[in-house]
């Protein structure tokens, strides 16, 4: 890592690259299981990354502006928000992950793009939110995402670990072993690169 930028695009890829080895060799029914006392789920901690990315890193391109204003009631949005962590019977995990990949690549972009330095407007629409800040700068925000994927992969290592006892370095090992399926594109180290 040379600079700033770098070091954060590289902590984001490195902490988006924990979901592809925490769901290697899962089936859907593993993946959509609540084996610990916590309702998540590997699959819904997988959706929860990406929508919460998609939300975030909507904010960065917008900024200095706010993304479109969401027309919908709030307790429409309070029940999207909830689905957003839950692996419905209808959702595969491969469609989760292909989605995920997908808003990786976007936040990825946007962190080699986007000026680090513009201020990000805190929503007024929300109660989860802070009211005494106006805003965020697009740095605190990709710290923030990449916080709470770090936060979030824990939560899945050890919904992991109550499913078949697997823990990361094995799945990890595993998942360089694998025969990767053409849309999941695994974190390289900088010094691997090419």
Known sequence: MTDERSALREFLAYHQSAYFAVAYGLTDEQARSTPSVSAL????????ATGMQRSWMARVAAAP??????KRPFEERARALSDEHVMRP????????????????????LVTTADLDAPVPVPKDAPWFPKDIDAWSVRWVILHVINELARHAGHADIIRESIDGATMYELIAG???WEPRPWITPWTPPAQAQ
């Open 175 to 177: 998942l360089e072993n």
């Open 41 to 48: 789920s590997i699959g819904g901690l997988i959706k929860h």
């Open 65 to 70: 502006g706010s993304p479109p204003t969401d």
């Open 90 to 109: 209808d959702e595969s995990l491969d469609s989760l992950l292909r989605a995920f990949e997908s808003q990786n690549a976007e936040s990825l972009r």
